[in-house]
């Protein structure tokens, strides 16, 4: 079961408001439960909840952003991290339990986002940081990124296994792009890097990775020579996106189609994978296995490729060492979404036994290989597409009804809304759907959904300022 990395969704929040405490959360126990807003099936007189930070949110809307709390499934535990990056702290997911606490070297003006990472050797949590060096004597303060990765089963006062510093130019921005096995450092354009640093949480060794000249079979023409830019990294190796660009019809007037797709290391190549008469294939996400792809025939190449009501889109989940297609569903949505590589990752999660999939506004039976679409339409009963969040082991999942606005970000098929810093977060409406019969329930005004529910029933919540997990009812 791959790990989740959790963001916090725009819902309802206690009343602090104002400018929250950037070392919240990790600093504080467990306690008895808040008693949130939340679907039946949790018990909220019992479990427990903590205080929590407002994410911060990047530049760059199709980087993996600064999530404050991740779940460790194997180890049974909720990790937070302060906003600023000075403590993490390991709950027991049951019972709220300190596990392990982390406290990094010190790093002035932080931002931080916590990680968890799923390999051979067991999980690893991951506190990426981005500050300055405090300077001292003759040396002077420079801006750094930061990487600790720590066991999830350490105990008591945790050693980072692995410390990483990376120089950080002040004229250029560096994102997280983070999969449940594999993390790069480095600024990101439309869900790509030109050059990163992949960072192996296992060993902590770290390489760059740029965009490279590469020769891809099963073109439209045949072979293509394009370039491939690394979008994000897997246990497969790093997936990297190419865009066909000469040989073929840029303004799809009959000629022989531009392809635009992706490598998965040196494992598989989109086009030998790709649907019939799929063109153009991007990589949302992966988790666990799987990676996520959309798949539609060639555009005219100046527009960036969109889940719209013009024209159908296959969402496949795909075998990551194979490129097999295990699961498919064909969408449509009336809000124009950009598909972009990456752009899934926040809502691409598998249920605890293996069996479901979600990704964005789709889910998958992996077992039946059937998928369904909770996308927006414009038909006489017209519907609001539902951004899922996470799913449960009997295929209930739940979700954020997707609202757009002027931004980037909600524009972007898959994005999860994050509840930021301030008193004037908009509430979202929120939904229950089934993901073996496809039926979809809005749930009561000010509810919360879960981001995480284990197979045990515990449900994990998220607000703005509060983490709280419920035992299931």
């Keep these: ?30 306690a008895a439960p808040v008693r949130l807003p939340v679907p039946d099936g949790f018990a909220t007189d019992t479990g427990w909840s903590t205080s929590a930070s407002p994410e911060a949110s990047d530049v760059e809307p199709g980087s993996s952003g600064f999530p404050l709390v991740a779940v460790a499934p194997k180890s049974g535990l909720v990790i937070q991290a302060a906003a600023d990056g000075s403590r993490v702290g390991a709950f027991a997911l049951a019972s709220g339990k300190t596990v392990w606490t982390f406290t990094p070297k010190a790093l002035a003006g932080g931002r931080a986002g916590v990680f968890v990472q799923e390999g051979k050797t067991g999980e690893k949590v991951v506190l990426a940081r981005q500050g300055r060096t405090s300077g001292s004597g003759l040396s002077t303060s420079r801006r750094t990124t930061t990487i600790d990765v720590i066991a999830a089963d350490s105990a008591g006062k945790a050693t980072a296994a692995h410390h990483l510093a990376l120089s950080a130019p002040d004229d250029t921005a560096a994102s997280f792009t983070a999969t449940d096995s594999g993390f790069l450092v480095g600024p990101v354009t439309d869900g790509v890097h030109e050059k990163a640093v992949a960072i192996d949480a296992a060993t902590g060794v770290q390489r760059t990775v740029e965009k490279t000249s590469v020769t891809v079979s099963g073109c439209g023409s045949g072979s293509c020579a394009v370039q491939a830019s690394p979008a994000f990294a897997t246990s497969q190796g790093v997936v990297s996106a190419f865009q066909q660009q000469g040989g073929c019809d840029q303004w799809t007037d009959g000629g022989t189609p531009c392809t635009y797709g992706f490598q998965v290391g040196g494992a598989w190549t989109s086009t030998s994978v790709a649907p019939s008469g799929m063109h153009v294939g991007i990589p949302l996400a992966v988790t666990g296995p799987y990676l996520v792809a959309a798949w539609h025939t060639s555009d005219t190449q100046t527009d960036p490729p969109a889940l719209s009501d013009t024209k159908k889109t296959i969402l496949a989940v795909h075998d990551l060492a194979t490129g097999k297609i295990k699961a498919q569903v064909s969408c449509t949505s009336a809000d124009a979404l950009t598909l972009q590589p990456g752009s899934a990752q926040s809502s691409t999660h598998l249920s605890p036994n293996g069996e479901f999939l979600v990704s964005g506004q789709a889910g998958f039976d992996l077992a039946t290989g059937r998928g369904r679409c909770f996308t927006s339409t414009t038909s006489t009963t017209s519907t609001k597409g539902i951004d899922l969040t996470t799913v449960a082991d009997d295929g209930t999942a739940y979700g954020v009804v997707h609202v757009t606005d002027d931004t980037d970000a909600t524009s972007l098929y898959g994005r ?58």
């Design 1 to 30: 079961m791959a790990a989740l990395v959790l963001g916090a969704l725009a819902g309802c929040s206690s009343d602090s408001g104002g400018k929250a405490d950037p070392t919240a959360g990790a600093t504080h126990k467990a």
């Design 416 to 473: 999860l809304p994050i509840a930021q810093d301030g008193t004037d977060t908009p509430e979202r409406d929120l939904a229950r759907v089934s993901l073996r019969s496809g039926a979809a329930k809005a749930l009561p005004a000010a509810s919360e959904v879960p981001v995480y529910v284990a197979s045990d029933g515990h449900g994990v919540f998220r607000t703005r300022d509060v983490v709280a997990v419920y035992p299931g009812s």
